[in-house]
């Protein structure tokens, strides 16, 4: 089974500290993604990384940045946390997958999204 | 820009009902994939389908089912006889197809409730 790794399920820091939230992933995948999810809000994306050392803003990254030194490790930081990034974080894993059924041209899809069990930090 | 509009936030339903939970999605892409994941209490988001956007046969899975329609940019799912191990919160995603650089874009989630 694939597997998700978040290094912590509680993390409790305070504001201006910098912050490390850590996953690992076990099945070789080329795709990691960071999103936080908030009541109301369902899941936003941070950051994603599609290839080691490569990353790609989501649709908030704003506060966040990430780091893909090795394929099964993907990172994100809080440089300076804030009150306002205290939230469920969650990060999922997937391969790319070509898709001869849509073009012949290499279009394909992240075949599945393998989620993490999440890290809550709260920002004191 | 791409998006993802599930209207309704909660659903709650006595066992045995049907229900239809809705996704109204946005894309410019012509290639594009659609999700649907399930949260249930323990958190863990779970992958339930994905459908690209040259198939709109619907799909049927035991009780589960979904609907895809190009026309309207929607992507229902229904749960045919619910039981309450259906309660969770269900989230609908889009992704486009061009590259593996392709973001995944989730809805605001349905929590459904099911009461015995």
């Known amino acids: 089974d694939v597997k998700v790794t978040q290094s912590s399920r509680y993390l409790v820091k305070r504001t201006g500290e910098k912050v490390f939230l850590e996953c690992v992933q076990d099945m070789d995948h080329e795709n990691m993604f960071w999103y936080r999810q908030d009541p109301g809000l369902g899941l936003r994306l941070i950051y994603f990384?599609?290839?080691?050392?490569m990353k790609e803003k989501g649709d908030i990254p704003e506060g966040y940045s990430v780091s893909r030194e090795k394929k099964e490790r993907f990172s994100l930081i809080l440089e300076s946390a804030s009150t306002n990034q205290t939230s469920m974080y969650l990060c999922?894993?997937?391969?790319?997958?070509?898709?001869?059924?849509?073009?012949?041209w290499g279009q394909g899809t992240n075949e599945k999204l393998f989620f993490g069990s999440g890290t809550q930090l709260s920002v004191l | 820009a791409q998006k993802v509009t599930q209207a309704q936030t909660e659903i709650s339903v006595v066992e045995k009902e049907d229900v239809t939970l809705d996704c109204v999605y946005e894309t410019r892409d012509t290639t594009y994939y659609l999700f649907w994941y399930k949260q249930p209490p323990s958190g863990e988001l779970v992958f339930l389908i994905r459908r690209n956007s040259f198939d709109e046969q619907n799909e049927i899975s035991g009780r589960y089912s979904w609907n895809f329609q190009k026309s309207t940019s929607s992507f229902n799912f229904t749960i045919t006889a619910s039981q309450v191990v259906d309660s969770a919160v269900y989230f609908c995603a889009l992704s486009d197809g061009y590259s593996s650089a392709s973001k995944i874009i989730f809805g605001s989630g349905t929590r459904l409730s099911i009461r015995p």
């Open positions: 990384s599609y290839d080691v050392k």
């Open positions: 999922a894993s997937s391969q790319f997958t070509p898709d001869k059924a849509v073009t012949l």
